[in-house]
């Protein structure tokens, strides 16, 4: 219920018959009586909101960065047309900042009796589930003096998945990948490496791969190819603990993590090999085990969609006790962390033998590219103290690393454009040489 | 895809009688409870007030005088006050001091010359105005009460009584002075008779305790007051008030909406209703805020720029130069061939970056710069990372 600019400016307009014709209270009344009568009209023949129907149709899933629709079909039962606004209200990340009113709101009329479409497209700035707030609206009079207002709550739900930009490394990592399979002799011989076929030898092969029984068999010189052994087990480990929350540039270590395995779990699938996914700080968040290569992808990016960094401290024992629970072969371990001293040395380094014992551990850590910017601040005595403190952070780190690798383990540390394709470049490499 | 079931979150009107009707009882309770109340307390006037029952009134003493035959009248204007002042009337007047300067030269203007008696109790600036001779003390008496002492009969047969309050200096010579405290009298009764109309005056009271319900019946109390206000058959209680419109009179009064065609004023009433409507429009809302949980927003760079910060302030340029060599040194170490290892021994590191520097003064300085001493202030601090930066160049130029 309210009124509208229309009768504020005709209330204003009054004043002038008031002052000039008849100053008084006759007047007063006589102009004032009139406007709430018209006003009373127009709430009388405005569709009322509550007897509107309402129901959604439209995407349940979107990719960050991409835009959703959502169809809201509003149905007139009244015998009055409805003529008014309308706001589809969602959360405000479900628009990039500024855009709101113009996305939410929408110009609405319905006949009586007939049925419109109004289409929200959501452009949604995290990841995440996004649900409507509820639908407001508002319906003006015949004469534009009055307007009725309600809400609805229509329920719907589209899940914002993460938005997998490494994806654009899979085809040359395939590429590469396919070099490894066999088709090229180049590969060296591993020891978890399978004999897969004879071929012609060619110069350049590995004279210690030349088969000499299939050559005296033959014509001609026979090489044995190998390839590299399919099916083994991948796990990737997602640290979701309070180092993930940190930002490196515009977006939390977490997400950059994300990527990276997304594109190492799409190579791996694509190798033959199986993928196990796990999300951990102090219990399970999400984990994802058991699918085929077909639905890997979809049903990882569903569960990474509602996955937040949560602020406390991972708890690296029961992390390691679940990863080895979900590996009970022979795999190899990506552990996605952050390279920080306390909780390395504290939490993880501890807890590893356990893990690399009886698995290969390949950890993949964010770096952050504005400490090594800072590390080149010279000039003033301000960026000179940041270079010293920068400096004293990439050492740390540096160190960090050096220790995991005294124990055998794979360490990948880039920033988080590079850190997708290092970790596929080292899986590679581990599949290449055959310690999978 | 047409759902049946109503959608809405708009209360219906059941559901609004539910929600309120808790808050109209309590509005209805309240208002009963307001009503009664008034009811019982409608005679509750004033204090000093001839009609009020409670401690501070004053109908105890009307109505024993309304026994021995004098009536007693309210009034609460300066026009009523004059037209009921005569020979056969005592004005009261309870809070002379609320009376203005016209108010008081027209009550003495009225009263003076008519035979009547007017009370006066406690007037303090206006006594000059209304008794002339006689002028309030500035310091009041501290005595409760005071004996009479003076000739006058009311007090004689009184004694005793609570009429110590302001004390008052008395100028003509046949004004009787009764009651004093310290040397100055509490009660002062002032002659104004004319030729014509004998027997008028006016007595002017320190306090207004001897008439109050509370405390008539104290000391000679009752009997000063049903002398001083019994002299004459009509008794006049005038209770002056701001409301009256004597009070404000004169054309410097006027004010400016006075001044202004009427119709102005009504068009201004008109566009304050259009302007209250603008506020009802422009403030109803589209709908609720959308509350969303937020994530954490926290620079996973920050606590080193953090500690950047530290060891600025405080001045902590041993660890920073140690910070910067030993990056230097790491650095150094892979381009000269000495092992990670050893990177941070002098004997191992120095003679090999020495060899990679064709200068022998600047491999003289090596020893100062990779591994010396740290630097006296934050300009040394600046070049030593340039040096380090310089040297870093040199060893790494093909």
């Given at each position: 219920m309210g009124f509208t600019g229309r009768a504020a400016l005709l209330a204003a307009i009054g004043s002038l018959p008031v002052g000039l014709l008849e100053p008084g209270w006759t007047g007063v009344l006589a102009v004032n009586g009139t406007l709430a009568a018209a006003c009373a009209c127009d709430f009388a023949l405005a569709a009322p909101v509550r007897r509107l129907r309402l129901s959604r149709s439209g995407d349940t899933s979107v990719r960050l960065g991409d835009t959703a629709e959502v169809t809201l079909t509003v149905t007139n039962a009244t015998r009055r047309p409805l003529r008014g606004l309308l706001r589809d209200a969602w959360a405000p990340s479900s628009w990039p900042a500024g855009t709101e009113a113009d996305a939410s709101r929408h110009v609405l009329e319905v006949p009586a009796g007939e049925r419109r479409r109004v289409t929200t497209r959501l452009r949604p700035t995290r990841r995440g589930d996004r649900t409507p707030d509820r639908v407001t609206i508002r319906s003006y009079g015949p004469l534009g003096l009055w307007t009725r207002q309600g809400s609805h709550h229509v329920p719907w739900g589209v899940r914002v998945l993460p938005p997998f930009h490494s994806r654009k490394h899979l085809p040359s990592k395939l590429a590469r990948l396919r070099e490894l399979d066999g088709r090229t002799s180049l590969l060296t011989r591993g020891e978890g490496t399978e004999f897969d076929s004879l071929r012609e030898y060619v110069p350049g092969d590995d004279t210690r791969s030349i088969d000499w029984r299939a050559t005296a068999r033959q014509q001609t010189v026979a090489v044995r190819t190998w390839r590299p052994e399919r099916d083994r087990h991948v796990h990737l480990v997602l640290d979701t603990g309070r180092t993930s929350a940190g930002r490196v540039g515009d977006a939390p270590r977490l997400d950059s993590s994300m990527d990276a395995a997304l594109l190492l779990a799409a190579l791996a699938s694509k190798a033959g090999d199986r993928v196990g996914f796990l999300a951990y700080d102090r219990r399970v968040r999400a984990r994802v085990q058991g699918h085929t290569a077909d639905d890997l992808l979809a049903s990882l990016v569903a569960v990474m969609a509602n996955l937040e960094p949560e602020l406390v401290e991972t708890d690296a024992r029961s992390l390691a006790t679940a990863a080895l629970a979900a590996a009970p072969r022979r795999a190899l371990i990506v552990l996605l962390t952050a390279l920080d001293r306390a909780a390395v040395e504290q939490g993880l380094l501890p807890v590893l033998g356990r893990l690399t014992q009886q698995h290969t551990l390949l950890v993949a850590s964010v770096a952050d590219p504005h400490v090594a910017e800072m590390a080149k601040g010279r000039g003033t005595p301000e960026a000179v103290y940041d270079a010293a403190s920068a400096a004293q952070a990439q050492q740390e780190r540096h160190h960090v690393a050096e220790q995991l690798r005294r124990h055998g383990v794979t360490v990948v540390d880039a920033t988080p454009d590079d850190l997708a394709p290092a970790l596929a470049d080292a899986y590679l490499a581990l599949k290449a040489a055959g310690r999978l | 895809m047409t759902t049946t079931a109503s959608t809405s979150t708009s209360p219906t009107a059941r559901h609004l009688w539910i929600r309120s009707r808790g808050v109209l009882l309590g509005v209805v309770a309240l208002v009963v409870a307001g009503i009664a109340l008034a009811a019982t307390r409608a005679n509750d006037h004033g204090p000093l007030d001839p009609r009020s029952p409670g401690p501070n009134g004053a109908r105890a003493v009307a109505e024993i005088l309304r026994g021995r035959g004098v009536e007693t009248r309210v009034v609460t204007t300066l026009a009523e006050a004059a037209l009921a002042a005569g020979p056969d009337t005592t004005l009261v007047v309870t809070?002379?001091?609320?009376?203005t300067e016209t108010q008081t030269t027209a009550l003495r203007a009225a009263t003076t010359g008519t035979g009547g008696r007017l009370v006066l109790i406690a007037p303090d600036v206006s006594t000059p105005a209304l008794a002339p001779g006689v002028s309030a003390d500035p310091t009041p008496a501290f005595a409760e009460t005071a004996g009479p002492s003076c000739a006058l009969p009311a007090a004689e047969r009184a004694g005793s009584a609570e009429t110590t309050g302001i004390r008052y200096r008395v100028a003509s010579d046949d004004a009787d002075s009764c009651y004093p405290d310290e040397g100055l009298p509490t009660l002062v009764r002032v002659p104004t008779e004319t030729p014509g109309n004998p027997g008028g005056d006016t007595v002017v009271v320190g306090a207004p305790t001897f008439l109050v319900n509370d405390r008539l019946d104290e000391h000679g109390n009752a009997s000063l007051a049903l002398n001083l206000l019994g002299s004459r058959p009509e008794l006049v209680w005038y209770i002056p008030t701001l409301?009256?419109?004597?009070a404000t009179t004169g054309d410097e009064q006027q004010g400016l909406f006075d001044l202004m065609p009427s119709g102005w004023l009504w068009a201004a009433l008109q566009l304050f209703l259009a302007a209250a409507v603008a506020a009802l429009w422009r403030g109803r809302r589209f709908g609720p805020l959308v509350a969303e949980r937020l994530p954490v927003v926290v620079r996973a760079s920050e606590t080193t720029e953090g500690r950047a910060r530290l060891y600025h302030a405080a001045k902590a340029r041993d660890r920073a130069a140690e910070a910067l060599r030993t990056a230097t040194r790491l650095r150094l170490a892979p381009l000269t061939g000495v092992p990670a290892a050893r990177a941070h021994s002098p004997e191992a590191l120095l003679p090999a970056v020495a060899a990679h520097i064709g200068d022998p003064a600047q491999a003289a300085g090596l020893q100062e710069l990779l591994f010396g001493p740290p630097p006296g202030d934050d300009a040394a601090l600046v070049s030593l990372a340039d040096r380090l930066d310089a040297l870093e160049r040199e060893v790494s130029r093909p």
């Open positions: - | 809070v002379p001091d609320l009376l409301a009256d419109a004597s």
